[in-house]
């Protein structure tokens, strides 16, 4: 099961979109990555700018780095998969699109 092309080679008689929900999946989950690292280093270097306005230690610049990057990285790999997973649906004539709220 670690052979992604014969995995799609597998299901793609039993289900059709699955390559292209496979490829949602992989540009979500790097998305989420692209914008943890964006994110620490946006904020990371924010705190090095202001730091002398700011007055905690230097410690707890990476910890809030992290902090932040986690959030945004959770809320943009948590957006995207959820639209990838109302597409796959919408595939399969399960669910419809039309029904979520946002994506």
């Given at each position: 099961m670690?052979?992604?092309k014969s995995l799609k080679e597998q299901q793609r008689e039993k289900h059709p979109g699955f390559?292209?929900?496979l490829d949602c999946m992989t540009r979500?989950?790097?998305t989420g990555l692209a914008s943890f690292c964006l994110g620490f280093a946006g904020t990371y270097f924010v705190q090095k700018a202001v730091q002398t306005k700011l007055h905690y230690?230097?410690?707890y610049n990476i910890l809030l780095s992290s902090l932040v990057?986690?959030?945004?990285a959770y809320q943009t790999t948590s957006t995207r998969t959820k639209s990838c997973q109302a597409a796959w649906?919408?595939?399969?004539d399960k669910?419809?699109?039309l029904?979520?709220?946002k994506y």
């Open positions: 670690n052979d992604i390559d292209g929900y979500a989950l790097f230690p230097v410690k990057a986690t959030g945004i649906m919408a595939y399969e669910h419809t699109v029904k979520e709220e």
